[in-house]
Structure formats: C-alpha cells, structure tokens
C-alpha cells in the first residue's frame, strides 16, 4: 500500500531533550516536507526537500534540522524542544517538487514538550 | 506577508442543505489552488487542484471554483460522511489555510 508513515505517533518530553521524529514513503517521491498544524494557524511548513540531499527552509524552520540521506526517509530533529513547540507535526511527499502535484501526508505525530 | 484566509472557520448543516466555503489568498505571482480534507486525528487527503482563474472541479457531492483571488468549495446536498475540516492551499505548499470545520448532521 501507498503510504506516508510516522514514528512515533504521539510523544511527550521535557523541555531540552533532543528528538527525532521519523518519516518514511514508499511511493519513490523526489518531494518531502514538514509540516506543523496548530489551532487558528493552519499547516504551516517546516523544511522540505527537492530530492536527496537538498533541503531548504519552509515558513517556519527555527528550531528544527531535517536531513535527507535517502529518498524514502526525512526525519526531523529537534535538538533542544522548547513548550511553543509542542503541536501536531505532519510529513508529506509529492512525486515532483515542480508544477502542481498534489500532496500525500502521514497520519501524524503529536508532540507535548514539557 | 503571504495570507491564505478561510471562511467560515465553522459551518453546521442539515443534511441535504448546500453551502458554500470560501478559500481567498494574497500570494502574489502564483496561479493555482489545491483543496484538502481534513477528518479528525488523520493527515490531509488531497481532493483538487486548480491550476487557473475558471476552472472547476467536481467530485461527488463537492464542487470546486477558482477565481483569480479566492476559490469556492461548493457543497450540494451533503450527508454526513461530508463532516471534516476542509483546507485550502496555493501554490509551493508553505501555508495551508486554517481551514473550516463543516458539520451535516442528520
């Protein structure tokens, strides 16, 4: 099956403790991107990535890292979580970064930082 | 500053009865819209995309418009199932609208 897959999908930690929040297609996308969604502010995007190892800023990239080793995965890290980032996190992959190619996304992780 | 605004942020429906969602965006130099789903706990599901101020799109009971400032998402005698936010986005996908929350109840 088609699919954008997570992990976790629901985490609570402290303040400071660095993370990684994991993201995986198995579609063969070039496109993957994050995403956070929080309430009133819609999805707002994180990092993305054109292909392997190209990865740029998306609207809100303070305090995240993202890397992009292989086509499949684009996990994303938080070194040093901070309470404003606690919110639901969405990753998502497209088969072109270029035109107008819809969007495919994870189920999504929800993230508490204490 | 880049603005995609939703509205209603809320709509209650009877079943059967049609409405509209209105999706407006001031990205400037970009053509084109994309329409998500939302349902409660899940990643958005692509529905459309509209590539130029005219175009429209249908699928099942939704309609989707494109004018070269907002787009419509029309819906005509929902049921149920239809519940769930719906979310709109322009082009290079770095904001989503807040989207509006649409409940048919029977």
């Known amino acids: 099956e088609a699919q954008v897959t997570q992990n976790p999908r629901y985490l609570i930690t402290v303040t400071g403790k660095k993370l990684t929040v994991t993201c995986s297609q198995n579609?063969?996308?070039?496109?993957m991107s994050w995403y956070r969604q929080d309430p009133g502010l819609g999805l707002r995007q994180i990092y993305y990535?054109?292909?392997?190892?190209?990865?740029d800023k998306g609207d809100v990239p303070e305090g995240y890292k993202v890397s992009r080793k292989e086509k499949r995965n684009f996990p994303l890290i938080l070194e040093s979580p901070s309470p404003n980032q606690t919110s639901l996190y969405f990753c998502?992959?497209?088969?072109?970064?270029?035109?107008?190619?819809?969007?495919?996304f994870g189920p999504g992780t929800r993230l508490t930082v204490l | 500053e880049d603005q995609v605004t939703q509205s209603p942020e809320a709509l209650r429906l009877q079943e059967g009865e049609s409405s509209s969602l209105n999706c407006s965006y001031t990205?400037?130099?970009?053509?084109?819209l994309f329409w998500y789903r939302q349902d409660p706990g899940k990643g958005p599901e692509f529905l459309f995309t509209?590539?130029?101020a005219g175009e429209e799109k249908e699928k099942e009971r939704l309609k989707a418009t494109l004018t070269k400032k907002e787009s419509f998402l029309h819906i005509t005698a929902p049921k149920p199932e239809d519940s769930a936010t719906y979310l709109c986005?322009?082009?290079?996908?770095?904001?989503f609208g807040a989207g509006t929350r649409l409940a048919v109840h029977p």
């Open positions: 990535s054109m292909n392997v190892e190209v990865t």
């Open positions: 998502a992959s497209s088969p072109k970064s270029q035109g107008m190619n819809e969007q495919f």
């Open positions: 509209l590539y130029s």
């Open positions: 579609m063969n996308h070039e496109y």
């Open positions: 990205v400037s130099g970009l053509r084109g």
């Open positions: 986005a322009p082009p290079l996908w770095l904001i």
